[in-house]
């Protein structure tokens, strides 16, 4: 069994026991999260599609750590005009465990 989730803007495709970054959620190492907007669930051939979501489905997760993404460099500049601008961005990161589809 199968899902796409929509969290933090973006959205993944999840199977049990599947590993993945995403951005920060609330909650403490070990701890469980429910994620509520599911797109789609699917289970070999029978697939349901959510108008936008799947009424009744739930997917449920472990944290199993808060990191931190690589930095990334923003860099401006004009030319000939003695102009820049560097700014640097780390994401926060939350990695989870997919424990359980639920497809209604």
Do not use: C
């Not at 989730?5 to 609330?26: F, N």
Request: a positive charge.
């Amino acid at each position: 069994m199968y899902a796409v989730i929509k969290t933090g803007g973006k959205q993944y495709r999840v199977a049990k026991d599947d590993v993945l970054k995403i951005e920060r959620v609330a909650g403490d190492a070990g701890g469980k999260v429910e994620f509520k907007d599911i797109l789609l669930v699917g289970s070999g051939d029978s697939v349901k599609i959510g108008a936008p979501l799947v009424s009744g489905a739930l997917v449920t997760a472990e944290l199993v750590e808060h990191t931190r993404g690589p930095k990334l460099i923003a860099f401006k500049k004009r030319r000939r005009k003695n102009s820049r601008r560097k700014k640097g961005h780390r994401q926060d990161l939350t990695t989870i465990r997919i424990t359980s589809i639920t497809g209604a």
